[in-house]
């Protein structure tokens, strides 16, 4: 069964960090690209960032630019978003996602880019 699973969400408070994991299952991550989004309360899905699978090119969304950093170990097929400085609007369900489509980097902010999701982890931020 070809699955994604994110994992690492949790309860942090404001300042703190969180590492979330996004593994895949009986399939290769090396030749696909990965986008990391969230969906807060009330929200529509929000693109946070973006890695292809040369590993060169990454993309960050403006509220999470400077404080989240994407990467990816292919060895274990693994791939990671470190959050820094958390906030308490960072309060969301998160989740990782691949897309098998080359040369598309420039619409890595939609959703209908990414044909497999993981299942969401879930993140709060607060006191």
């Known amino acids: 069964q070809v699955r994604l699973v994110e994992s690492g969400g949790g309860l942090v408070q404001p300042g703190g960090s969180l590492r979330l994991s996004c593994v895949g299952s009986r399939f290769d991550l090396e030749n696909v690209d990965i986008g990391w989004f969230r969906q807060g309360p009330g929200k529509e899905r929000e693109g946070l960032s973006y890695?292809?699978?040369?590993?060169?090119?990454?993309y960050y969304a403006e509220s999470v630019q400077g404080r989240f950093t994407i990467s990816r170990d292919n060895a274990k097929n693994t791939f990671y978003l470190e959050m820094n400085n958390l906030r308490p609007e960072d309060t969301a369900v998160y989740y990782c996602a691949t897309s098998a489509q080359e040369n598309t980097y420039y619409s890595w902010r939609s959703p209908g880019l990414y044909e497999l999701w993981g299942q969401g982890t879930a993140v709060t931020v607060a006191s």
């Open positions: 890695i292809d699978r040369s590993n060169r090119r990454t």
